[in-house]
């Protein structure tokens, strides 16, 4: 609403707000402080009453044609101002310790008191001067600064309302349909994502942006991008690279917007962070065109349109047909990722990139019911360039089925501890070149499994306890290989493998 020109006012002075921070001042004991903060709702309200009812009964003067101060009035503005200097300090305090969100509207109700307050405090001298009206520029002064102060102390409170209730709060009573943002005329009558084809079809511009820039713009907009979100443009919602997107075309379910503002009152990701929830007929709304393909203004699907509008100028040189072949080939991979990805967490297997941001991925099938199998390796399809960790402890991956894994010769983990694998299942395993930690504890293998396993390039630790195989046959294939680790059950009791997430791999 009142957005874009006080907005950068904030920016402005945001610095001065930070470094006036109370709550970084007293880190430690801050109970008292706490305290104070919390008288601000109490206090508040005194220079409030005092401030409007002295401006109307100096209104009621100037409408009497009173050609002096009323003492009252004077003296009710002297409480107001040494009371609004006491509200406004309390509500700094407030606002540090109860960690209010750094928005316009704290913002507005902030400064709007200080400058109420600081305002009475001029216009209690004013009137002490001018009371009698024979000082003329005193006296005006005084009347009209009262008035105008009631003003700004009475609009700084309904942000302070409005943080406390909701934005709009006040204007929903009176025009509950505009708060709903949907500035048609009948709120979109929900086609709740029911795949009918014959359903108008959800408008971007008229449908779903309103319900962004009333709702979610100015916390992801161009003034704030919190989460480095936008969600003030098309363009925005598809910025950025496509892993990232929180809106997949076509796919509600996945979309993590649509997971957020679904998610229940209170909870500490819900969006918006506070205030009311959307309605059901808005979070229908937004459903139902990510459903149809999150279509932007021209009909352009989501995926197609963020490329031509933000990728901005095409990639380099087209002429370098090499460089096209090789993004449509990066393109290509990333699909297939995103296809195993999606068909083996439809299977319950946890699936994750190893990082954040990380290219690479994981996989643990291990807690899977009914047990992994080797037919389960098909779900992997697609992900071989990519699985660098694979965790199939207590599957029922069996020697045969261990051939799925042809391909997958990025893997630099690889768990098959309490399964059937035994020396069966070793000529697949020495297919994978780069492998650096095995895990075969509890499994079949032999003596005879562990010195073809020696021959692993890379090999760093072979986990192979409470296994068939013996001491000696632990120390001929430590012989193999220097730097080769052999964690056997020897004399001890099975020394199990220290962590349970490989991130010791990490160096
Ligand atoms: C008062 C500010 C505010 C409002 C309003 C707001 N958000 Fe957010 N949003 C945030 C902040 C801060 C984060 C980053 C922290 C987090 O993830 O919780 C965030 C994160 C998100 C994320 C996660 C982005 C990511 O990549 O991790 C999504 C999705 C999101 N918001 C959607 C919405 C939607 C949809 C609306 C409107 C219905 C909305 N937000 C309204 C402040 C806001």
Redesign the pocket.
Known sequence: MLDLPMSSFVNLLEPLAGSLSLAEANPGDDRWWRLLGRLHPMTVHFPIGLALTAAVVELINIIRRRREASPFAITATGIAAVTAIFAAFFGWLNADFEGA?Q?TTLFLHRWLGIIGAGGLSIVFVTGLVGRTGVRITAFNGYRWGLIICAIVVGTGAHFGGEMVYGKGYLTKVLFPVAAQTSDDEAAPEAPVGEADSETKKISFQQDVLP??EA??????GAD?D????R?DSFAGIFSGEKE?W?VLPGDPDH???V???ELPEGH??Q?????DR?TAS?IAT?RAWIAEGALGAEGAEGADASEAQVQGPPVKDPTTKAANAAKVEADRVAAAIEAAVEALRGRGVLVMRIAQESKEWEINGSLVSPKFADDDLALMNGLQPALVWANFTRTELTDAGLAGLDGFDQLRSLRLAQTSIGDGGVEAILKLQKLEVLNLYASQVTDAGILRLAELPNLKRLYCADTPVTPEGVAAASAVREGLEIIGSAASPAPTEPAESPSEEKK
């Open positions: 969100s928005d319900i962004f709702r979610c713009a100015e916390c992801h704030k919190k989460a480095d979100l969600l990232w929180t979309s993590l917007l997971e957020r503002i500490v990701d969006m918006p962070p506070e205030g959307l808005e937004i």
